[in-house]
């Protein structure tokens, strides 16, 4: 079966630019986490989707990010203003019931 | 808040030998999980191992083993007779058990070598 599957691979933007990142949860998935993987920060937790419920938000770093899941399925990261300390892998796990969260291939950015 | 700490940047062992990666944590709750992730140069995480914290017996997945020390709050793992296949970084990682709304929360990682 397919796995979690994240486009694009690569993304390079300039600084100030807004960008979307997407994530396809494995079907069925109920849960959905984004996390960011940096030089500087190592993994860290953005944000968690259950369902269709109102996502638990504390973990983005600034206003500038925002999420969204449509119809408890796909997933899509917004930047806004990128800045170049946005640059980063982010990465998209999903997991059904309580078990292992499986992971995506994460999407790099790089924004110059 | 929880951490996760691993001392060892990098590591190196011979192929076929064993080698034990370490891990401790920090946390007020009594129920969580633990975890290693291996992460190749894909990017692709892999769980590696998964230990419940109330489970006293420890974890073992073919090769992959570890040594749970609740009181200790460490969690080690130990790759026996290592092959090429498992130089990856490999990261430790908390799960608190009481509510599926955190993520988790990884250690830095150790880069494991694996010399031929």
């Not at chain 1, 100030?16 to 994530?23: A, H, I, N």
């Not at chain 1, 946005?86 to 992971?103: I, K, M, P, T």
Request: hydrophobic share 30%.
């Amino acid at each position: 079966g397919a796995g979690v599957s994240q486009s694009p691979s690569n993304k390079v933007t300039e600084k100030g630019k807004d960008v979307e990142l997407r994530c396809d949860p494995i079907s069925g998935h109920t849960a959905l986490y984004w996390y960011r993987q940096s030089l500087g920060q190592g993994l860290e937790f953005l944000i968690y989707f259950q369902g269709n419920s109102a996502p638990d938000k504390s973990g983005l770093p600034s206003d500038r990010f925002s999420a969204e899941r449509t119809g408890g399925s796909v997933s899509t990261l917004t930047i806004q203003r990128t800045q170049q300390e946005d640059s980063a892998v982010y990465l998209c796990a999903s997991r059904l019931g309580f078990g292992e969260q499986y992971f995506g291939p994460g999407t790099r950015l790089t924004v110059t | 808040a929880q951490t996760v700490t691993q001392s060892q940047p990098e590591m190196s062992v011979q192929e076929a030998e064993t080698v034990t990666l370490s891990c401790t944590y920090d946390t007020s709750e009594s129920d969580y999980y633990l975890f290693w992730y291996k992460q190749p140069p894909s990017r692709q995480m892999i769980l590696v191992i998964r230990q419940e914290a109330y489970k006293q017996q420890n974890a073992t997945e073919n090769r992959f083993s570890v040594n749970f020390q609740k009181a200790a709050k460490s969690f080690s793992l130990k790759i026996s007779d290592s092959q090429l296949g498992d130089a990856a970084m490999y990261f430790c990682a908390y799960l608190y058990s009481g509510g599926g709304a955190d993520g988790l929360t990884f250690g830095k990682g150790t880069h494991l070598i694996i010399q031929p």
